[in-house]
């Protein structure tokens, strides 16, 4: 099995430049430096079908097409490491286990774009692992991967990593922007696009670690090999965080379109053997889907899709038949509630409103008109804010009332969890 | 620009490319609900009230924030549209509390008539609702935190037109709420407007709290009376008998839809207790009322009698600029009637020279809504945001559109805005300052300066001076203005003549900021002694100065305190005391009893009709709001009558119609062609050397301009109105062994003067600033002289 990223790490000895170079790293950056143009390395990633693995999975090549070639002044690419989506914890094993691959990822990305600048904004409560870039960073840069002329050519660039303080806000691309500048972490409006109007009003392009650190295999193996990994749109591997009741939770780099089944059994299996309820296969904002769904489903973008739900940044959260899925929607609804920015009307007194409804009905305080209030508060959110936030707030209600409806009226009705025994009596 | 073509609910329309949706709708007066949206403020699309259908795009869109595109097919009032605006509106109230019926926006609030159209009956939200803790803004804003919707008007007002970020949203989340920075206040010049523009009743005005609901009051247009900009404004008026507070009205050529907070809270001291409301007269040494006849009898008698024994000559009138053009002319008509040429509105200025040579009204120079198109700038000595608070709005504009703005100033300004090159000397340094800035032009652009000025040419540009040059030779449209610093400079003929010259080099329009409601109109109404009403000449009178140190035995004051309002309060003083009789126009009592024989009881500008024409030189009428107080009279009228008792021929007027009339028929074209900055010759040169002691830099705060702004409790309280001190550098407090916060004695003359002292290194060496126009520094006497600092015991 081809793992793209973290083939060949033994997960905590392997991330220094020497054992990054011996497993071949770098070759990437001379093979581009030695001949291809920008357009080239732009088709191949093309051709790699490579898309944005930060959650939304926009298609990585196009993105890069909408920077502005003929710009005068500076450009930037940015990698957004601010992991914060509850259930993701890839990008950070990336970061501390194979950093020279974004570094590399990054240095191919900026000679593509015509960018001369870099930041890498990592999450703020990782600071060993912001640490650990700053050495990988000094490390390239004595190594003449980074700065001026690098590797003796005409191109140069310049990279920093930035830490954030935890705001969730701060993983959407343009309140990133915002953060870098010293301002306050909220979203823009768009359009203008960053490619257009990005940091400092520049042409920015951001895309997630784990898609600046697939970039350098796709050009040391050809787009093409890359898309066979995978399935046609939905090319190479991918990590997945595997997190809930499973025996060995963590980070599996398994090829797109993986049956989801094999995952879950590569992570060991349900825990104690219990059945499998339900599933979050692409991190808490996206839809929640029940197991017996799940378990004839694939993992990748189209697959997903098709289920219901999406792949998201991939953290599957897996949850037995112990779970009580209200009072694991309260805790997602307080989650999102907690970190709205507060800019806009929708998500700022909406995601709280939900979020007290839910709690409500956790604690035996629910009416059923609640229900229907939920899913029309979630539809009045959605689609009308600023940025995906509200939508991420609203997602999982949808899908956990939808699916799992009979289990909220029990809570009404009875004023205590369905999920008997395992849980004791909610108070009156 | 390419032309896109836009479908708004069916109608067609162009607009340029990278207009909005919301543009386009306004253009063919379609009305999409809105609060955070506001034409003079970035977008921030935050509120989401906007949101209308656009067709083909899968989910609603912004009106405000969503760029017209060509083709584009958008519903601002379909179902689907109003479904969200709606579940925004919803949203919004769900925190909202429900106290407009003790709300002071109750009956002008945005989200109360937009909740009439797109709130339900009842409310789904049935948890507790959010509260905020209210913040102390100073005197001026009153806040209820818990109404805000977090719009961010405010504090985009502040970073945008203000120029000063006073306001910022702290927290996140349902945590986010407005605030000022730790400990502090909102101390802007304009912040005022931040209460118009607040859709809900977070914001609002303090001194109106609680006082009237919006829909007890009548509203009247009127004219800002405190600075020369002429703004538009609107007094509200409760029970046909109190001003209860005053508002912008907008006008785009003029104020747009601001106001500064001296024009819009000034209207406290319309209610003062100080106000005068019955005419006083002196018997047996007591002041007592009495009526109008035998008040204005004694006035006329007195003036008889002087002329008759000392000749007209002995008379002479100071008049306030706020005055109406009506009252001016009158005041002026009277005198000249009786013989006198001596009447001058300009108190604050000491350098005359000019009269000789400017036939015409000095004026702005520059239309006000061309300002924010100038390239670059150069204004000579003045505090921009204390004298003309609404033209820095402009002037921000320009900075924001790429201009360069440049100071030639006795100190380091804080424009709240970026300033290109700020060159800045003592007082008696000026002159010779701005010739440097001639010099350099003139070398840039391979000219001569003129043979009158050579004498000035004999510093070596600095190279702030060199800046400031290539500025104004590099911007293709550039300006100079002379600010009330540089007309109240004791050299100011001199300023004036090398800034014409720099005009003419330049090409460049110049002008001058006009101080007061009505600096150009008392000029075209003849309130100047060189100068009669249509610019007929007569045989020249006293200027301000020349009649306060070769004082007259009989003088008649209009609106003024001439121990606040003159150059040299102790001159001033000194010869109203001398003179044999003295009759006060005043709508306040004030000092008045301690320099007048007579007092009459005027109304002030919102107690009378009348016309101020702005430094623009726009002719602006306006009638009053409410009747008089007691029994004060509109000034036309008791001239009017003292004319009649005078037995003056040709005092007929029943009406400011009647006045203006006999002023011109066409006052619109008589102004036009009376304004012109030039000069017919050039002025005798002043230039002095540095008298090596404290120079004094006498400026008028803010909230010192006139009797009414000196009357308003809450402006008086404000940061900007309380701030009274000595600012010095630190070189020089050294050397007097003073230290910054510690009271010193300010000793000029005869008089001196407790203040506290600052340590402020944006004052040059060697001067002081030492307010003038206020009650603490009234003692001492000229604004332009030297004075001594010491500690004080």
Redo the contacts between chains.
């Keep these: 099995m081809t793992q793209v990223i973290m083939g060949g790490c033994d997960g905590e000895n392997t991330w220094r430049l020497k054992d990054y170079v011996a497993r071949g790293g770098y070759e990437a950056l001379r093979k581009v430096l030695s001949g291809m143009t920008p357009d080239q390395v732009i088709t191949e990633v093309k051709t790699s079908a490579l898309r944005g693995r930060g959650g939304a999975g926009f298609p990585t090549g196009l993105k890069w097409t909408f920077m502005p070639k003929n710009y005068v002044g500076d450009k930037y690419v940015v990698c957004n490491s601010d992991e914060g989506e509850p259930g993701t914890f890839k990008d950070r094993d990336i970061l501390r286990y194979n950093p020279h691959a974004l570094i590399e990822g990054m240095i191919i990305a900026a000679f593509a774009m015509g960018a001369t600048r870099g930041y890498n904004y990592i999450h703020g409560e990782i600071w060993s692992v912001y640490e650990r870039c700053e050495e990988a960073i000094e490390e390239a840069r004595s190594a003449g991967f980074l700065g001026n002329n690098i590797l003796g050519s005409s191109f140069s660039f310049n990279l920093y990593n930035h830490h954030g303080y935890g705001?969730y806000?701060c993983g959407e691309e343009t309140a990133l922007l915002e953060s870098i500048e010293g301002k306050?972490g909220q979203p823009r409006?768009k359009?203008p696009f960053p490619a257009t109007y990005g940091l400092y009003g520049k042409p920015t392009t951001i895309n997630n670690t784990e898609t600046f650190a697939s970039v350098p295999w796709i050009i040391q193996h050809g787009g093409q090999a890359f898309l066979e990994i995978g399935r046609p749109n939905n090319g190479g591997s991918k990590m997945f965080s595997v997190s809930g009741h499973v025996n060995k939770p963590g980070n599996y780099e398994v090829p797109m379109g993986t049956p989801f089944a094999t995952l879950l059994e590569m992570a060991g299996g349900m825990r104690d053997g219990r059945a499998i309820k339900a599933v979050i296969p692409g991190g808490s904002s996206m839809p929640v889907l029940p197991g017996h769904i799940m378990m004839q489903t694939d993992m990748d973008y189209d697959s997903i899709a098709k289920a219901g739900s999406m792949l998201g940044s991939g953290a599957v959260i897996v949850m037995d038949d112990t779970t009580c899925m209200v009072g694991m929607l309260e805790r997602l609804a307080w989650f999102y509630?907690?970190?709205?920015?507060?800019?806009?009307?929708?998500c700022?007194?909406?995601?709280?409103?939900l979020y007290?409804?839910i709690h409500?009905i956790e604690h035996g305080q629910g009416r059923m008109e609640d229900l229907d209030?939920l899913l029309s508060l979630s539809?009045?959110i959605q689609?009308?804010?600023?940025c995906a936030l509200g939508d991420a707030a609203a997602m999982p209600v949808r899908s956990f009332v939808n699916h799992f409806r009979a289990e909220f009226e029990h809570h009404i009705t009875h004023k205590r969890c369905l999920v008997g025994s395992a849980h004791s009596e909610k108070a009156a | 620009m390419a032309l896109l073509n836009i479908e708004v609910d069916g109608q067609t329309t162009q607009v340029e490319s990278g207009r909005t949706v919301m543009d386009a709708a306004r253009q063919l007066g379609i009305k999409i609900p809105h609060f955070c949206y506001h034409r003079k403020l970035s977008i921030a699309a935050n509120c989401r009230m906007c949101l209308v259908q656009v067709e083909k795009a899968p989910k609603p869109l912004p009106a405000c924030a969503t760029p017209a595109a060509e083709g584009m097919k958008v519903s601002t009032h379909s179902e689907y549209a109003v479904n969200a605006q709606k579940a925004v509106m919803e949203f919004l109230l769900v925190n909202h509390p429900l106290d407009c019926p003790i709300c002071d926006q109750g009956g002008e609030c945005k989200l109360q008539d937009m909740s009439v159209g797109y709130g339900g009956g009842a409310s789904r939200f049935k948890e507790e609702k959010r509260v905020v803790a209210n913040k102390d803004l100073g005197p001026l804003i009153a806040t209820d935190m818990t109404r805000c919707i977090l719009c961010t008007r405010c504090v985009r007002f502040g970073q945008e037109i203000a120029g000063i970020m006073e306001l910022g949203v702290g927290g996140r989340g349902e945590h986010s709420e407005i605030l000022a920075f730790v400990d502090q206040t909102v101390d802007s010049e304009i912040s005022g407007n931040a209460i118009d523009l607040c859709p809900v009743g977070a914001l609002t005005s303090k001194p109106f709290r609680y006082s009237a609901r919006s829909w007890e009051l009548t509203q009247h247009d009127s004219i800002g009376a405190h600075d020369g900009l002429g703004s538009n404004v609107v007094v509200q008026v409760k029970q046909n008998t109190k001003v209860m507070r005053v508002l912008p009205n907008n006008n785009d050529d003029v104020n747009e839809c601001w106001l500064s907070d001296r024009d819009r809270f000034s209207y406290e001291g319309l209610n003062s207790a100080d106000r005068l409301t019955t005419p006083l007269i002196k018997e047996n040494g007591q002041w007592v009322e009495a009526t109008w006849v035998e008040a204005l009898q004694i006035v006329a008698d007195a003036f008889n009698k002087i002329k008759d024994v000392q000749g007209a000559d002995a008379l002479g009138a100071l008049v306030s600029p706020n005055s109406t053009l009506e009252e001016l002319y009158l005041a002026q008509k009277l005198l000249r009637d009786l013989g006198s040429h001596h009447i001058d509105h300009r108190v604050r200025q000491s350098d005359f020279s000019l009269d000789a040579v400017q036939t015409n009204i000095p004026w702005l120079g520059l239309p006000v809504a061309q300002w924010p198109e100038l390239k670059s700038c150069l204004i000579i000595g003045s505090s921009l945001r204390a004298e003309q608070p609404l033209l820095a709005v402009r002037l921000r504009e320009a900075v924001r559109n790429g201009a360069q703005i440049n100071l030639v100033n006795p100190f380091v300004d804080d424009l709240a805005m970026p300033v290109a090159h700020q060159l800045v000397g003592t007082p008696s340094q000026l002159p010779g300052l701005l010739a440097e800035v001639l010099q350099a032009v003139a070398a840039l652009q391979n000219v001569t300066v003129s043979a009158a000025l050579q004498p000035l040419m004999s510093h070596a540009p600095s190279a702030v001076a060199q800046g400031i040059a290539e500025s104004l030779v590099n911007n293709s449209s550039c300006a100079l203005f002379l600010g009330c610093l540089a007309q109240h400079h004791e050299a100011y003929g001199t300023l004036y003549a090398v800034t014409v010259e720099l005009a003419r080099i330049l090409k460049a329009p110049f002008g001058v900021l006009g101080e007061a409601a009505n600096s150009v109109g008392a000029v075209l109404a003849g309130a100047v002694p060189h100068r009669g009403p249509l610019g007929t000449h007569n045989a020249p009178g006293l200027d301000a100065q020349a009649m306060l140190s070769s004082p007259r035995k009989a003088y008649l004051v209009m609106g003024l305190e001439p121990e606040l309002d003159c150059a040299n309060p102790a001159a001033a003083l000194a010869a109203l005391k001398g003179a044999d009789f003295v009759v006060a126009l005043s709508a306040f009592r004030g000092q008045t009893p301690n320099w007048a024989s007579v007092i009459l009881p005027i109304a002030p500008f919102t107690e009378t009709a009348g016309t101020f024409i702005s430094t623009e030189g726009r002719v602006q009428s306006f009638k009053g709001a409410v009747a008089p107080q007691g029994q004060a009279r509109p000034a036309w009228k008791v001239l009017r009558v003292l004319g009649n008792l005078l037995e003056l021929e040709g005092y007929d007027f029943e009406s400011v119609d009647d006045i203006r009339a006999e002023l011109s028929h066409d006052l619109k074209a008589l102004t036009k062609n009376s304004l012109g900055n030039e000069l017919a010759a050039a002025p005798a040169l002043k230039v002095r050397a540095s008298l090596g002691t404290i120079e004094r830099i006498g400026e008028v705060p803010v909230y010192q301009t006139d009797a009414l702004v000196r009357r308003s409790p809450s402006l008086q309280a404000s940061r900007l109105g309380s701030t009274v001190e000595v600012q010095i550098n630190s070189a020089l407090a050294t050397r007097l062994n003073l230290k910054c916060g510690q009271n010193v004695r300010v000793r000029q003359g005869a008089g001196e003067a407790r203040l506290s002292l600052r340590v402020n290194n944006a004052v040059p060496d060697g001067s002081a600033r030492v307010p003038v126009g206020h009650p603490l520094t009234a003692q001492l006497n000229d604004a332009n002289g030297v004075v001594n600092l010491e500690a004080a015991s």
């Design positions: 705001a806000i306050k409006y359009p509630h907690e970190e709205s920015c507060g800019q806009c009307t929708p700022r007194e909406g995601t709280g409103w007290r409804i409500r209030l539809d009045n689609g009308r804010t600023i």
